[in-house]
Nanobody, 120 residues
Framework: QVQLVESGGGSVQAGGSLRLSCAASVYTYNRYSMGWFRQAPGKEREGVAAISINGRTSYADSVKGRFTVSQDNAKNTLYLQMNSLKPEDTAIYYC??????????????WGQGTQVTVSS
C-alpha cells in the first residue's frame, strides 16, 4: 500500500507560481510511475504531468512550457512546479502512483488532493 500526501496548494493571481509536493510513504524510485492529475468544477479529471519508471517526463499540451514535474528520490517526494498560472489552471490537483511502467488514467494509488485557485 502506498500513501500519498500532497501539499503546496493555495490561491495565487494569474501569472504567479506555486509548487506542489507529494510525499510517498514508500520508496518510489524505479518502482512506480508518478504524476499529477487535476479536476476542475464540472469537468472530468485530466492528466497534467507524469514521470515514467525510467524517468521520462510527459505533459498535457495545456501546461507544456509552464509546468515542470520532478522527483527527489532520497525524499520519496514528487513535485510540480507551476509557473505562469492561468485562471483555467484552477482545480483540485491529485498526486498518483502506478505500478505500471507508464502512468495510466487509472493509477493504483491516489493522494487526497490539494486545491489550486488562480484569480484573474
Amino acid at each position: 500500500q502506498v500513501q500519498l500526501v500532497e501539499s503546496g496548494g493555495g490561491s495565487v493571481q494569474a501569472g504567479g507560481s506555486l509548487r506542489l509536493s507529494c510525499a510517498a510513504s514508500v520508496y518510489t524510485y524505479n518502482r512506480y510511475s508518478m504524476g499529477w492529475f487535476r479536476q476542475a468544477p464540472g469537468k472530468e479529471r485530466e492528466g497534467v504531468a507524469a514521470i515514467s519508471i525510467n524517468g521520462r517526463t510527459s505533459y498535457a499540451d495545456s501546461v507544456k512550457g509552464r509546468f515542470t514535474v520532478s522527483q527527489d528520490n532520497a525524499k520519496n517526494t514528487l513535485y510540480l512546479q507551476m509557473n505562469s498560472l492561468k485562471p483555467e489552471d484552477t482545480a483540485i490537483y491529485y498526486c498518483a502512483a502506478d505500478r505500471k511502467r507508464i502512468l495510466t488514467i487509472s493509477p493504483d494509488y491516489w493522494g487526497q488532493g490539494t486545491q489550486v485557485t488562480v484569480s484573474s
